[in-house]
């Protein structure tokens, strides 16, 4: 396993915890110590593979991600191809929510709803779940027409939250 490594705009891909620290002791602002070692050593050790923030200063970071790739150009044309093939998945599951099915669904939704305390007079996020059959022409106007409907009720404070249609906060059934 390699490691690739990103300082600002100074980045790397190296071969172990060893060549890293000569890295990153040749930054301007990285003073390498002992700390920075053991993350090091404990992430490759470790079966995480997202990537691992190592503090620098206060508030600065360098980052390391852990990759198969042997040199940065496989890299970068692996992420480059793992992001396009993400935005196609992405996509085709949106055409598959616009996709026509007319006739009603079950919906469910849970949403924040916010909630004034009446003594306090403070106000707070509520998981509340809204159950309902929905006339629509796909799970995109199902979606649409839950979230209208519930945006436009007057007992529902317009700060309320609602999730995604992607979420696993709605849910949905084509009854037919």
Request: hydrophobic share 40%; with cysteine.
């Given at each position: ?39 090091l050593e404990k992430f ?16 600065s970071f360098f980052i ?113």
């Open positions: 396993m390699n490691l690739y490594l990103r300082y600002f705009d100074d980045e790397t891909l190296v071969h172990s915890v060893d060549e890293a620290l000569a890295f990153l002791s040749t930054l301007d602002d990285v003073e390498v110590n002992n700390n920075m070692r053991q993350e490759m050790q470790s079966s995480a593979m997202y990537p691992k923030h190592v503090k620098v200063h206060a508030r390391a991600i852990k990759t198969t790739a042997a040199t940065m150009e496989e890299f970068k044309a692996k992420g480059a191809s793992q992001n396009k093939a993400e935005k196609a998945a992405q996509k085709e599951a949106l055409a598959q929510f616009a996709a026509p099915q007319p006739g009603w669904y079950a919906a469910k939704l849970t949403f924040k709803r916010v909630i004034q305390m009446p003594d306090t007079l403070k106000s707070h996020y509520v998981d509340t779940p809204f159950i309902c059959k929905v006339k629509a022409q796909s799970t995109q106007d199902c979606y649409e027409k839950v979230v209208a409907h519930l945006r436009s009720r007057a007992d529902i404070d317009p700060r309320s939250q609602y999730p995604s249609i992607k979420s696993p906060s709605f849910e949905w059934n084509f009854l037919g």
